[in-house]
């Protein structure tokens, strides 16, 4: 169907340059006649019998000019229209029907940069954008219908390599007397670069981190253990508890290391982690620790409420541990200094609600989950974060975790809530 509707375009456009050929070589064929019958006259003392012929050709010439102009189609046809206008653009661009939302034209640009099979005439706009995007991105078709021209900043799409991107959009109504269309063209954000940059910064931080700390604390504990087990020869009391408070305050602090790995690592978003028997309890307030000094420094009050009947739970340890760092450091940036924030944990029946309050202002943005792009196995460890932020990624941890993200607003401030089966299937 969609391959007969591109095909019927290409042959009207087709039709329509020939059409202007054949026009150009009458009207060249007029002026030719016309130059010969002036020579004519000039050279020839009796003229009349040699002009007749010239002017008897260029009477049917201009009879047969009228003819085709009469009958022939406008100088641009319906489908030419959108294909020049996009041909025309500097940028990824795309023709859309205001009326049904589907794909009139591309360019080659836009068919590069979003894969041919997304970029064919028939398709529809809407399939182009991701879940996550924003009200603007979906709705910019029906906004530049109503006021002629439309903006969305912040458009989530895919790639042709299946890779995520943050685009902009600039649409344009192009108002014509039988079919008027839009013009839309794509301009990747500057986000895609900030966040790549991040990434590749926090990638560096973590492997300085991994070396430059866990390594050489392995070493001190693993001597530390010597002596504590005496191994290396009797101690004395005194030189034993201390020996043993050194082991424990390495360990202390390789949980400490190893938790920030976790939750800085920005490829481990892609990675599917192990799912082993886990206390909540532990893993959020590891991460509380992780952020206290943060929250110290900003002149805010961390305060964990935790219900200690909450049992083990079969868990992805690391995307636990990111789905409560993020849902932290967002309520610490929604905070101003002064302010508490309070984390509780607890049971209701057979679900764990693990819930991260602040002061500040009610949410109104959709937080639905985004879908991760796919990634290949071999290729998981090593390709960069996804352009999520903020609360997106928190409800996309959420649901890679089998849980919920909620919001809700009353006299205490925000509350982000994560609901979290304690039975896992």
Do not use: W
């Not at 009458?26 to 012929?53: D, E, K, R, Y």
């Not at 979003?114 to 005439?121: I, L, Q, S, Y």
């Not at 954000?189 to 990434?199: H, K, S």
């Not at 941890?397 to 979290?420: H, K, Y």
């Amino acid at each position: 169907m969609t391959d007969d509707h591109s095909g019927e375009g290409r042959s009207l456009v087709e039709g329509s340059r020939s059409r202007r050929s054949l026009l150009y070589a009458i009207a060249i064929l007029i002026v030719l006649m016309l130059i010969m019958s002036g020579t004519t006259h000039l050279l020839t003392v009796q003229p009349a019998a040699l002009i007749g012929f010239p002017v008897m050709i260029i009477a049917a010439t201009s009879l047969l000019l009228l003819l085709l102009y009469l009958v022939g189609p406008n100088g641009q046809s319906d489908a030419d229209g959108p294909v020049m206008a996009v041909a025309n653009a500097m940028v990824p661009a795309i023709a859309i029907d205001p009326q049904t939302g589907r794909i009139l034209a591309a360019n080659d640009e836009a068919a590069e940069f979003f894969g041919v099979d997304r970029t064919v005439p028939g398709g529809h706009f809407s399939e182009m954008l991701e879940s996550g995007s924003s009200h603007d991105c979906s709705s910019i078709v029906r906004d530049t219908l109503d006021c002629g021209e439309s903006e969305a900043q912040v458009c989530s799409v895919r790639r042709a390599s299946g890779s995520p991107a943050v685009v902009r959009l600039t649409a344009r109504l192009v108002e014509r007397e039988r079919s008027p269309f839009i013009i839309i063209g794509i301009a990747e954000n500057d986000v895609n670069d900030v966040v790549a940059e991040f990434a590749r910064i926090q990638e560096r931080l973590m492997s300085n981190i991994s070396h430059e700390l866990r390594t050489p604390l392995n070493v001190v504990m693993g001597f530390s253990e010597l002596l504590v087990t005496g191994t290396l020869g009797e101690m004395p009391a005194n030189q034993l508890d201390a020996a043993e408070e050194c082991h424990e305050g390495g360990e202390r602090m390789l949980r400490l290391i190893n938790d920030i790995l976790d939750v800085g690592r920005s490829r481990s978003y892609y990675l599917e982690g192990e799912t082993r028997p886990l206390s909540p309890l532990e893993m959020v307030r590891r991460v509380e620790s992780l952020l206290v000094g943060q929250a110290r420094r900003e002149e805010l009050r961390l305060e964990l409420e935790l219900d200690e009947s909450l049992p083990v739970v079969e868990l992805e340890e690391r995307a636990f541990k990111q789905l409560v760092y993020h849902l932290i450091v967002n309520s610490m940036s929604r905070s101003a200094a002064g302010d508490s924030i309070r984390i509780a944990a607890r049971r209701d029946d057979d679900q764990m609600v693990l819930s991260v309050t602040d002061s500040g202002e009610e949410v109104t943005e959709d937080i639905r989950p985004q879908p991760m792009p796919s990634v290949p196995e071999h290729d998981a460890a090593e390709t960069l974060a996804p352009p999520l932020l903020g609360l997106r990624l928190c409800a996309t941890l959420a649901e890679r975790l089998g849980a919920s993200l909620s919001t809700e607003f009353d006299e205490e401030g925000a509350r982000f809530v994560v609901r979290m089966p304690l039975l896992r299937s």
